[in-house]
């Protein structure tokens, strides 16, 4: 087993055809089937089902696949940061950030520090939390920002700003004008949540049941942008970071309910591989991070 055959396998893989394979590496048919029976014989297994249309892995080959994603992506990060040592205009950062740090904060840090280092070319990668960590300990990701806590001693995870979570409502809501409403008031609330896998909806479900709720949601919805504008229809009301609502809150199409006696935030979190080296653009990009966030109006940083 080599390198060049983990990666026609994995080519293989991806388009689920030998002659597409074949196309993206700009080899021919027959030699890429002859390195995909070269790699079968020396492991001993057959990797995919080619009785199947389109072509299916067979167990064995869904095993080497993980394997060989780690050991190509740890190839690829290698090469860059060689290239990056050789080259440092050749610096390339793949950041990674779950939905409040990829959508609502860390665009403008990017833009940020874009300015600030243009010859980095960078690469957004936005998912749910435990997906982006899983992404970063398999090389595919460099650094990520992401809500926390992560615990996972896989990683390194810094926490760098703070987040709350905060209650919204429509304007129209009836406890719109006095701003506020008691745990009793909001136990009866349409509560719309987002995804079960949502970190947010997590920490939400946790500080209520330790408050004494036990909330059923009315509504579930994928994503923050789909449980906002099911709240600015009136719907319901939900629980959503800040950082997600400022444009909404300032355009009078939201707004912030307190909740007596409740107060919800959490860390947001710089993550990265703990046996990971960091290029001198990922290093650079991990202090610019700290000091945006620790200086920027509006962010409040930790202490």
């Given at each position: 087993?080599?390198?060049?055959?983990?990666?026609?396998?994995?080519?293989?893989?991806?388009?689920?055809?030998?002659?597409?394979?074949?196309?993206?590496?700009?080899?021919?048919?027959?030699?890429?089937?002859?390195?995909?029976?070269?790699?079968?014989?020396?492991?001993?297994?057959?990797?995919?089902?080619?009785?199947?249309?389109?072509?299916?892995?067979?167990?064995?080959?869904?095993?080497?696949?993980?394997?060989?994603?780690?050991?190509?992506?740890?190839?690829?990060?290698?090469?860059?940061?060689?290239?990056?040592?050789?080259?440092?205009s050749k610096a390339k950062l793949i950041v990674g950030a779950n939905t409040t740090g990829g959508m609502y904060l860390l665009p403008r840090i990017l833009r940020a520090f874009r300015a600030a280092q243009p010859s980095v070319e960078l690469v957004l990668d936005i998912d749910a939390t435990d997906a982006i960590c899983e992404r970063i300990h398999a090389a595919l990701i460099d650094l990520a920002l992401v809500g926390g806590p992560v615990d996972d001693r896989r990683l390194n995870?810094?926490?760098?700003?703070?987040?709350?979570?905060?209650?919204?409502?429509?304007?129209?809501?009836?406890?719109?004008?006095?701003?506020?409403?008691?745990?009793?008031?909001?136990?009866?609330?349409?509560?719309?949540?987002?995804?079960?896998?949502?970190?947010?909806?997590?920490?939400?479900?946790?500080?209520?049941?330790?408050?004494?709720?036990?909330?059923?949601?009315?509504?579930?919805?994928?994503?923050?942008?789909?449980?906002?504008?099911?709240?600015?229809?009136?719907?319901?009301?939900?629980?959503?970071?800040?950082?997600?609502?400022?444009?909404?809150?300032?355009?009078?199409?939201?707004?912030?309910?307190?909740?007596?006696?409740?107060?919800?935030?959490?860390?947001?979190?710089?993550?990265?591989?703990?046996?990971?080296?960091?290029?001198?653009?990922?290093?650079?990009?991990?202090?610019?991070?700290?000091?945006?966030?620790?200086?920027?109006?509006?962010?409040?940083?930790?202490?």
């Amino acid at each position: 087993m080599n390198l060049h055959q983990l990666r026609v396998f994995y080519a293989v893989t991806q388009h689920r055809s030998f002659s597409a394979a074949a196309r993206a590496l700009f080899m021919s048919q027959p030699a890429v089937s002859q390195q995909v029976r070269a790699l079968e014989a020396s492991l001993g297994v057959l990797l995919f089902d080619r009785s199947a249309t389109p072509l299916a892995l067979t167990e064995a080959g869904r095993a080497l696949l993980a394997s060989a994603t780690a050991i190509l992506h740890a190839e690829d990060e290698a090469r860059r940061a060689i290239a990056e040592i050789r080259d440092a205009s050749k610096a390339k950062l793949i950041v990674g950030a779950n939905t409040t740090g990829g959508m609502y904060l860390l665009p403008r840090i990017l833009r940020a520090f874009r300015a600030a280092q243009p010859s980095v070319e960078l690469v957004l990668d936005i998912d749910a939390t435990d997906a982006i960590c899983e992404r970063i300990h398999a090389a595919l990701i460099d650094l990520a920002l992401v809500g926390g806590p992560v615990d996972d001693r896989r990683l390194n995870a810094e926490p760098v700003v703070t987040d709350e979570v905060v209650l919204i409502a429509s304007p129209d809501h009836p406890r719109a004008a006095a701003g506020s409403l008691t745990l009793t008031e909001l136990a009866r609330e349409r509560l719309i949540v987002p995804e079960p896998r949502s970190r947010t909806r997590q920490a939400v479900e946790r500080v209520l049941r330790q408050a004494g709720l036990r909330p059923q949601p009315a509504m579930e919805l994928v994503g923050t942008e789909a449980v906002k504008k099911a709240v600015e229809a009136n719907l319901g009301v939900a629980f959503v970071s800040a950082y997600a609502i400022e444009h909404e809150v300032r355009g009078g199409v939201l707004c912030r309910l307190a909740v007596e006696g409740l107060r919800l935030q959490r860390p947001l979190e710089l993550v990265h591989r703990s046996t990971k080296y960091l290029t001198p653009a990922a290093r650079r990009f991990r202090q610019f991070v700290r000091a945006y966030l620790a200086e920027s109006a509006g962010v409040a940083p930790l202490t």
